[in-house]
């Protein structure tokens, strides 16, 4: 056969605008991840470069059981709503589809329209890994890949042991830790911070430091306690890679990174996770549990599986991927109650007729039993401030299985 007649054979070019044949997930994938027990399930959801037999373009995937229709808006299409939808992964509550020519640097959202009501938004990616500088709210394609330098470090950490020698913890907030006021006073990026922070540290005899929430959140006088992007260190002061740098050098410094973690709230912004596909899917459904009355944030539903993957799968992501050393569970008492920050006839007592939130104490166990798989020397630090039992005892032994409980008091004294 002559080149021409294999040429004039050949299938014609795909001008579909979204695969929907292309995907990443497997029956096994959509089993674990409604079954609550999928250990990667960043790998699967949200936007993933791709080549499909040779044609380069971003895999997008998202969660939305109650939606009628689901699409891609973004720059590569006018931000049109009806160019390009995704297709339903049978019942799993799966959206997915490929879109050749999507690369990194594109921005996106999801717009959703529910089956209930007239309800439709445009959501920011819920395992996005780089979100717009607030106040915009888009997301961005990008990629995780850093050559990373602390080898040594990492070698190490699963031979250390927490309580052989003592830790001293230097808490920062990235944002006001230091200025450049020869530059109009603006906050130091990631890789600014970098060689200052490690210096600093090391100098002054830490052993670690703590970083208040880096994930994205819309408004920074909140300090980055009401997180909208679990997965995407806040692009105020730089790049998914630019922050991996900042956490490499620490370590080849010989300083472990901690992060402040945010698992029990999370803010109403409508672009966010609340009310994402027109039903209460990531807070609790309960109107008596639902809102913290404190914070006025919602609750998640530590009852549901795929809500207990997102977050056991965030808390592995920040600890795999950025080579994080342990986690700082920000507001743990306000989980473990019922009637935290409520009068009496604005909670219900549990099934055993108490004021615990036991699928919350479940969660915990389950958070901590989870992140320590495959990852030996990295630590959970529970910031409860109430006098609940057992927090730093294993949950073989009865306890929630925190490494340590946060001194809020010495803290606050110093």
């Known amino acids: 056969m002559s080149p021409a007649s294999r040429r004039t054979n050949a299938p014609p070019p795909r001008t579909d605008p979204v695969w929907h044949d292309v995907t990443l997930l497997n029956a096994d994938d959509l089993y674990l991840f409604n079954e609550g027990s999928h250990a990667t399930l960043q790998e699967k959801l949200g936007a993933h470069l791709f080549d499909s037999g040779g044609v380069g373009g971003t895999l997008f995937a998202v969660w939305a059981p109650n939606a009628e229709r689901v ?10 709503v ?24 594109s921005l996106y959202k999801f717009h959703i329209v529910s089956r209930y009501g007239a309800y439709r ?3 920011a990616d819920p395992f996005g890994i780089l979100q717009e500088t607030p106040p915009q709210t888009g997301s961005v ?41 020869e530059e109009g006073n603006h906050s130091l990026g990631y890789r600014e911070l970098a060689p200052r922070l490690a210096d600093y540290c090391r100098r002054l005899g830490f052993t670690h430091i703590e970083f208040l929430p880096v994930m994205e959140h819309p408004f920074y006088g ?73 914070w006025g944030t919602l609750v998640f539903n530590f009852g549901r599986p795929e809500v207990r993957d997102f977050l056991i799968g965030n808390a592995r992501y920040w600890l795999e991927e950025f080579h994080v050393d342990g986690l700082r569970v920000d507001a743990v008492a306000s989980m473990l109650y019922l009637d935290y920050g409520r009068k009496r006839g604005q909670w219900t007592p549990n099934a055993l007729g108490g004021n615990h939130n036991l699928e919350a104490i479940d969660f915990l166990h389950d958070l901590n039993t989870r992140v320590r798989l495959g990852l030996p020397g990295v630590i959970t630090i529970a910031e409860e401030s109430t006098d609940f039992e057992n927090v730093s005892r294993p949950v073989a032994e009865g306890g929630l ?11 606050h004294d110093t």
């Open 222 to 294: 909140s300090w980055g306690y009401q997180t909208t992007g679990y997965f995407a260190p806040t692009s105020r002061y730089g790049t998914p890679q630019d922050f991996m740098y900042l956490i490499d050098i620490l370590h080849q410094a010989g300083i472990g990174v901690i992060l402040d973690w945010v698992p029990s709230h999370f803010p109403t912004d409508d672009y966010g996770l609340a009310r994402f596909d027109g039903t209460h899917l990531y807070e609790d459904p309960d109107p008596q549990r639902r809102e913290h009355p404190e």
């Open 82 to 105: 009806d160019s390009h939808h995704l297709a339903a992964r049978g019942a799993s509550g799966i959206w997915e589809g490929f879109i050749p020519g999507v690369g990194k640097g």
């Open 121 to 123: 938004v445009d959501k």
């Open 141 to 181: 394609v990008w990629d995780r890949d850093y050559p990373w330098g602390d080898g040594e470090w990492m070698a190490e950490r699963g031979s250390r042991n927490a309580f052989d020698a003592p830790m001293s913890t230097y808490e920062v907030h990235l944002g006001s830790w230091m200025r450049a006021p």
């Open 71 to 80: 699409s891609v808006k973004g720059d590569f299409n006018g931000w049109n």
């Open 401 to 411: 299985g925190f490494d340590f409980k946060w001194d809020l008091g010495w803290m």
